[in-house]
């Protein structure tokens, strides 16, 4: 199985940070990844999808890069609405498998 | 709108089984695939399973091999998982979710998703 390995596994940032997580698979997956955000008590929202593009109704301060092995999701301007944990998760194969997540917290 | 709408949270004794049932609403049930992903208290998403309603064919992570089984009923357009020898370390919260963009591939490993787009609200499950 491929495996996926968040990192920071959390963070502390401020209203209006730029903020980066990085995601890497254990083996090249082209571009087969997306980006979810995930708040307690809801389901988790998809934010990216084929490695770099914007899902429709995300807001434009998300963004992703990369390709093969190494992935980053970016927030160029924390919101108050953006503290939650993020996972990526790889389609590459089965069985589809996602990162280990990254809290983002308020500093 | 497309929807995924979950049955209610259960609580289970150790060597039971649980099925959990996840309805489609608002788009054909044989176009897309149902998956089963779950999060233990304080752990990250699994990814547990698919079920592809056109043809009933089934994937799972190996770590679930032999106790899940994820089926779909094309005449109420529904998924369901089930999850027998409960333990402990099944306690979490249950979620079903589709890629409504994704392609078939002739094979599996040809199939191309997009992401998951549309979650069930999730289903509590406490082995107790």
């Known amino acids: 199985a491929i495996q996926l390995t968040q990192s920071p596994s959390s963070l502390s940032a401020s209203v209006g940070d730029r903020v980066t997580i990085t995601c890497r698979a254990s083996?090249?997956?082209?571009?087969?990844l997306a980006w979810y955000q995930h708040k307690p008590g809801q389901a988790p929202q998809l934010l990216i999808y084929?490695?770099?593009t914007l899902e429709t109704g995300v807001p434009s301060r998300f963004s992703g890069s990369g390709s093969g092995t190494e992935f980053t999701l970016t927030i160029s301007s924390l919101q108050p609405d953006d503290f939650a944990t993020y996972y990526c998760?790889?389609?590459?194969?089965?069985?589809?498998?996602f990162g280990g997540g990254t809290k983002v917290e308020i500093k | 709108e497309v929807q995924l709408l979950q049955s209610g949270a259960e609580v289970k004794k150790p060597g039971a089984t649980v099925r959990i049932s996840c309805q489609l609403s608002?788009?054909?049930?044989?176009?897309?695939?149902i998956h089963w992903i779950r999060q233990a208290p304080g752990k990250g998403l699994e990814w547990m399973g698919l079920?592809?309603?056109?043809?009933?064919?089934?994937i799972y992570a190996e770590k679930f091999q032999g106790r899940v089984s994820v089926t779909a009923d094309t005449s109420t357009d529904t998924g369901y998982l089930e999850l027998s020898g409960l333990r402990s370390e099944d306690t979490a919260v249950y979620y079903c979710?589709?890629?409504?963009?994704?392609?078939?591939?002739?094979?599996?490993?040809?199939?191309?998703?997009?992401?998951?787009?549309?979650w069930g609200q999730g289903t509590s499950v406490i082995v107790s």
């Open positions: 084929d490695a770099s």
């Open positions: 083996q090249a997956i082209s571009s087969a």
């Open positions: 608002g788009y054909t049930f044989i176009d897309c695939y």
């Open positions: 079920v592809d309603p056109e043809d009933g064919e089934t």
């Open positions: 998760q790889q389609f590459n194969g089965y069985p589809l498998t």
């Open positions: 979710a589709t890629d409504l963009n994704m392609v078939r591939g002739l094979s599996p490993a040809q199939d191309f998703y997009y992401g998951m787009d549309v």
